[in-house]
């Protein structure tokens, strides 16, 4: 099984930036989609940003598109998501996701990733 670790989260000023890490370990992420996804007080779980591992194709919600980016580092086995000019709507705890590549497009829906971590929390004010 694959087992994910999260971190770099904390607050921050409204406009500053944050960079989220998430190790993997258990398994190589060479064909998988990742993502992370998001959950504030109240609120569903939403993607933010997912990427195909073995492509590098990437996908933005239309709420972070321009200010986030996602990228992975096969050597170290690990995903990042860059965020610049926050807002305070961009509070929220950030998860890392993964599953393995199964054909088609990778799912924006949390119930389609299998292995999930702990959670870091993102606080913009």
């Known amino acids: 099984d694959v087992q994910l670790v999260e971190s770099g989260g904390g607050s921050v000023q409204v406009g500053g930036s944050l960079r989220l890490s998430c190790v993997a370990s258990?398994?190589?992420?060479?064909?998988?989609?990742m993502g992370w996804f998001r959950q504030a007080p109240g609120k569903e779980r939403e993607g933010v940003a997912l990427?195909?591992?073995?492509?590098?194709?990437?996908y933005y919600a239309e709420s972070v598109k321009g200010r986030f980016t996602i990228s992975q580092d096969t050597a170290k086995n690990t995903l990042y998501l860059q965020m610049n000019s926050l807002k305070p709507e961009d509070s929220a705890v950030y998860y890392c996701?993964?599953?393995?590549?199964?054909?088609?497009?990778?799912?924006?829906?949390?119930?389609?990733?299998?292995?999930w971590g702990q959670g870091t929390q993102v606080t913009v004010s």
């Open positions: 990427i195909y591992t073995a492509g590098g194709n990437t």
């Open positions: 258990g398994d190589t992420i060479g064909r998988y989609c």
């Open positions: 996701a993964a599953d393995p590549y199964r054909g088609g497009y990778c799912y924006w829906d949390p119930p389609g990733y299998n292995y």
